[in-house]
């Protein structure tokens, strides 16, 4: 858990993560230009607090399997890689998170949103309403972003390309 105002920034290696990551209420994790992201397999990132990915046109920030070869190089050792359509879970802001400061601004996400019976998007939106913009969804299982009934995010200027189902899809409920 992230529990304290944190920021990844370290460039020259990619972020493995190897478990499931939480960023706590009250807390921010800001992620800088040129990050790489990778999630294990079945793993997942959700936001309790506030996540702030803070990519550039030239420099985005990437979220991606661990299997991706093609950024980061080779970060779990195992040679060349296949990856595939949901290899890792998703990115969830829960209804907890900090609406009014998460962003996602230029970074790609791919290869997110496991098909599992509750079928979320590489973004998955639990009663959330951050602020999406210039963001490419690629190669993702299910759709690009899921999202409540409740949930009323910011979407501007994002590209969707080659996923399995639609960009947004919305889950009724009571």
């Keep these: 858990t992230v529990d304290q ?3 990844w920034n ?4 990619s972020y493995y993560l190897l478990d499931n990551v ?8 800001t992620v800088e230009p040129d990050v790489i992201v990778k999630l294990g397999l079945a793993r997942r990132l959700t936001v309790n607090g506030a996540l702030r990915v803070l990519g550039t046109g030239a420099d985005p920030v990437y979220f991606t399997s661990y299997r991706d070869d093609t950024i980061g190089g080779d970060t779990n050792g195992d040679g060349a ?4 359509r949901g290899d ?4 969830e802001f829960t209804d907890t998170s900090d ?6 601004e230029n970074a790609v996400i791919r290869y997110g949103g496991k098909d599992y019976s509750e079928s979320q998007g590489a973004i998955h939106l639990s009663e959330a309403s951050p602020m999406i913009e210039n963001t490419t969804f690629e190669d993702n299982d299910m759709c690009s972003l899921t999202a409540d009934l409740r949930s009323f995010p910011t ?3 994002n590209t969707y390309q ?13």
């Design 10 to 13: 370290v460039t020259d290696v």
């Design 81 to 84: 890689s296949t990856c595939s």
């Design 88 to 91: 890792w879970d998703w990115i």
């Design 22 to 29: 939480t960023v706590g209420v009250g807390s921010t994790l």
């Design 99 to 104: 609406d009014t400061t998460s962003l996602i």
């Design 162 to 174: 080659d996923n399995d189902r639609n960009a947004l899809c919305l889950k009724g409920g009571t």
């Design 5 to 7: 105002t944190s920021s």
């Design 155 to 157: 979407l501007t200027g």
